[in-house]
Structures are given as structure tokens and as C-alpha cells.
């Protein structure tokens, strides 16, 4: 075979190995830019991947009444569970869960909203933001009790949220652990309706079954909130708060509030 030839190929040949390397690595890479359960990503069996930005567990899929959702120990775990009492060792008082949350109002530049029930819990506060002229809630809130900080609630509020869970989401995973705000710059939808497939009487029905599948003795409170999408509603035991979780408004699944610790009190 001529040299010349000879040598040609054998360039030819280095260059398509090289090229064969290059595109396996960099679709290995692209495959696994995020990591076993990186954000939201679903695996095959529909279950919320192992891990939440921090290695451990994160959302996990839980086998009961219609399919229900639970959250793990470890979301971001910066503004979540574990955060404690304030620095002086108190819980938060209602009125500084109210300011936080009006402060944080204030920073959506959005006229019409207002704060709602007030419940206050050892690892944070939970606030919920209403529609003023509808009366309707529009989104959840936590406030960090050594902070003071309100951010946006898990769950339910970021996943099934259908008119303010989208607009403009801004410093993920900034400062706050999830996000730093929601910083809406364009004015919510107007068409998303109100109407679900689900009534409040059938979600407070799915929300049963879900607690006698997985916490026995515990009772569904009967007037849950309504949001553009789900229902969240608080579960007592013993004749005392113990806990919350949400209903789909399409599907009836239960997610499991496992973030704010012992309850308590709360405040209209």
C-alpha cells in the first residue's frame, strides 16, 4: 500500500476515535448534568428522584390511597425544617410571621393580595396570601424564625400552583436555599379558572384516606383552602393540631406537609 496512503488512514482513523470519545462523554455528561434526582425530575415509576440539592432524601413517592406524595428530611435545607426557634430560643410571634409576609408582599409589586391564617410552628411559620377581591388563596408562604424572612412554600405551592407558581421565578438556589423570591414582574394570568375537578368535600375525603392509610387516629380538618390547583388543609390528633398536607383539585393525591415541625398556635 502506498505510504502516503497508508498514512492517511491512519490519521482518518485516530480522528474518528477521538470524535467517538468526545460525543459518549459529552452525552454521558448532558445525561447526568443534574444528578440523581436534581430538581423535579421524575424516573420511570413516576417517583420524585433520591436526592434534593443536598444527597438526601428528597420527595418520595408513597403507595396510598390514590397515589400521594411525601417530602423527605432534605430540601435544600436551607429555609426548611430544622431551622429551630429564633436566636433567643422563641418561637416566632404571629405578628412577625404577618410583617414578614406582608414585607414580602410588598416586594411583588402586585396590588390585590393579602395575608390569611397565620399558624406558627417550631421549625418555621406558614402564612397564606389570599386574593383580596376573590378571596381565594393565591399562594403559600414560610417565614424563617431566625431570619425572619418569608420565601415561597414547597411543594404543592411551586408543583401544582396553576396562576402564581410561574411567573418570573428568580434566585434559584440563591441565598434563601430554594429561592429568593418569586419577584413577579408581569401581571398573573387572568384565565385560569377557579373550578377544579375536585370539591372541597371530596378533598377533604381523599385527605381522610390518606390519614387512615398512613397516620392512624388522625383527623382531616373540613373547611381546607382553596388555591388555583389544590387544596391545603391541617390534620389534627388527639384534639390538637398536628400537622397540614394538600390535595390535588384534578387527581385527589395527597402531599404530605413535612416541613414545619410541631405546631404551635395560629391566628386568622
Same mark, same amino acid.
Given at each position: 500500500?502506498?505510504? %502516503?496512503?497508508? $498514512?492517511?488512514?491512519?490519521?482518518?482513523?485516530?480522528?474518528?476515535?477521538?470524535?467517538?470519545?468526545?460525543?459518549?462523554?459529552?452525552?454521558?455528561?448532558?445525561?447526568?448534568?443534574?444528578?440523581?434526582?436534581?430538581?423535579?425530575? /421524575?424516573?420511570?415509576?413516576?417517583?420524585?428522584?433520591?436526592?434534593?440539592?443536598?444527597?438526601?432524601?428528597?420527595?418520595?413517592?408513597?403507595?396510598?390511597?390514590?397515589?400521594?406524595?411525601?417530602?423527605?428530611?432534605?430540601? !435544600?435545607?436551607?429555609?426548611?425544617?430544622?431551622?429551630?426557634?429564633?436566636?433567643?430560643?422563641?418561637?416566632?410571634?404571629?405578628? &412577625?410571621?404577618?410583617?414578614?409576609?406582608?414585607?414580602?408582599? &410588598? $416586594?411583588?409589586?402586585?396590588?390585590?393580595?393579602?395575608?390569611?391564617?397565620?399558624?406558627?410552628?417550631?421549625?418555621?411559620?406558614?402564612?397564606?396570601?389570599?386574593?383580596?377581591?376573590?378571596?381565594?388563596?393565591?399562594?403559600?408562604?414560610?417565614?424563617?424564625?431566625?431570619?425572619?424572612?418569608? /420565601?415561597?412554600?414547597?411543594?404543592?405551592?411551586?408543583?401544582? +400552583?396553576?396562576?402564581?407558581?410561574?411567573?418570573?421565578?428568580?434566585? !434559584?438556589?440563591?441565598?434563601?436555599?430554594?429561592?429568593?423570591?418569586?419577584?413577579?414582574?408581569? %401581571?398573573?394570568?387572568? +384565565?385560569?379558572?377557579?373550578?377544579?375537578?375536585?370539591?372541597?368535600? &371530596?378533598?377533604?375525603?381523599?385527605? &381522610?384516606?390518606?390519614?387512615?392509610?398512613?397516620?392512624?387516629?388522625?383527623?382531616?380538618?373540613?373547611?381546607?383552602?382553596?388555591?388555583?390547583?389544590?387544596?391545603?388543609?391541617?390534620?389534627?390528633?388527639?384534639?390538637?393540631?398536628?400537622?397540614?398536607?394538600?390535595?390535588?383539585? /384534578?387527581?385527589?393525591?395527597?402531599?404530605?406537609? $413535612?416541613?414545619?415541625?410541631?405546631?404551635?398556635?395560629?391566628?386568622?
Amino acid at each position: 500500500m502506498n505510504k %502516503t496512503l497508508s $498514512t492517511i488512514l491512519i490519521v482518518i482513523a485516530v480522528l474518528a476515535l477521538v470524535g467517538g470519545v468526545f460525543f459518549a462523554g459529552s452525552t454521558y455528561a448532558r445525561a447526568n448534568a443534574y444528578g440523581p434526582g436534581m430538581m423535579f425530575g /421524575y424516573s420511570n415509576n413516576n417517583a420524585y428522584g433520591p436526592g434534593m440539592m443536598n444527597g438526601n432524601n428528597g420527595y418520595g413517592m408513597m403507595d396510598s390511597g390514590r397515589g400521594s406524595y411525601g417530602m423527605g428530611p432534605g430540601m !435544600m435545607g436551607r429555609n426548611g425544617w430544622n431551622n429551630g426557634t429564633s436566636t433567643n430560643g422563641t418561637p416566632l410571634t404571629i405578628d &412577625q410571621a404577618k410583617a414578614a409576609a406582608e414585607k414580602y408582599i &410588598q $416586594t411583588l409589586n402586585i396590588q390585590g393580595f393579602e395575608t390569611g391564617e397565620v399558624m406558627i410552628f417550631d421549625n418555621n411559620a406558614y402564612v397564606i396570601v389570599k386574593e383580596s377581591e376573590s378571596g381565594l388563596g393565591a399562594f403559600e408562604l414560610l417565614v424563617n424564625p431566625v431570619s425572619q424572612v418569608a /420565601y415561597p412554600e414547597y411543594g404543592p405551592n411551586m408543583m401544582w +400552583n396553576l396562576k402564581y407558581s410561574g411567573l418570573n421565578h428568580s434566585g !434559584m438556589m440563591g441565598g434563601l436555599g430554594m429561592m429568593d423570591g418569586w419577584n413577579y414582574q408581569a %401581571t398573573p394570568p387572568a +384565565n385560569v379558572s377557579a373550578e377544579m375537578t375536585i370539591t372541597s368535600e &371530596q378533598a377533604v375525603e381523599y385527605a &381522610q384516606q390518606y390519614l387512615d392509610t398512613n397516620n392512624a387516629g388522625a383527623i382531616a380538618a373540613t373547611d381546607p383552602m382553596q388555591f388555583y390547583g389544590y387544596y391545603t388543609l391541617d390534620f389534627e390528633k388527639d384534639g390538637k393540631i398536628v400537622g397540614m398536607l394538600s390535595i390535588n383539585g /384534578y387527581n385527589g393525591q395527597a402531599f404530605l406537609h $413535612t416541613w414545619h415541625g410541631t405546631f404551635i398556635k395560629e391566628a386568622e
